[in-house]
């Protein structure tokens, strides 16, 4: 819920998976599964604030030292925040800024712009959203999925995974 205290940064990198793939290769796939998560929560998109988002979320990243030439074991990703800000000293996003606010300052602000203080260290991990508004649940649901994601495929074992509710 807006309230709970486990949060997911959809800005988290994902683990790395091997030496045979590149940091550029790391951040690029996280910009697009960000943006994304984008077009869920800002709706339709122009063309230009499609490009738009794809700067400034390089920019982003770049703002807290995530480069091609990064050590991202080092790193401290950023929060959605990061992002207004850079948007904000960008010329034709005010729309953008308008419609992320919501997620940032507004009424959604709870649910993803804080680090992660979510961990799989446990046998059994359950995420629920039940407790979440309708129109946020189409979002937590794909940050959720995002990051099991990223962190199943860092470390190859057999697991099980379970959706409930997947209609949603």
Known sequence: SLSSE??????????????????????????????????????????????????????TYAKRDITPSSDLSTVEPPIMQDLQEVLEGME??????VRLKKYTDGTFSGLLNSPTTVTMKAQLVVFSVRDLEDELRPIAIYSIINYIWNVVRSERKKRILTIDEAWW
Request: proline content about 5%.
């Open 6 to 59: 486990n949060k997911l940064n959809p800005f988290d990198l994902p683990r790395p998976m091997g030496e045979d793939v590149s940091t550029e290769d790391i951040i690029r796939s996280a910009v697009i599964t960000l943006k994304g998560l984008l077009r869920i929560m800002l709706g339709k998109l122009t063309t230009a604030e499609d490009s738009l988002l794809d700067r400034a979320l390089l920019e």
């Open 92 to 97: 034709g996003t005010g729309d953008l800024v």
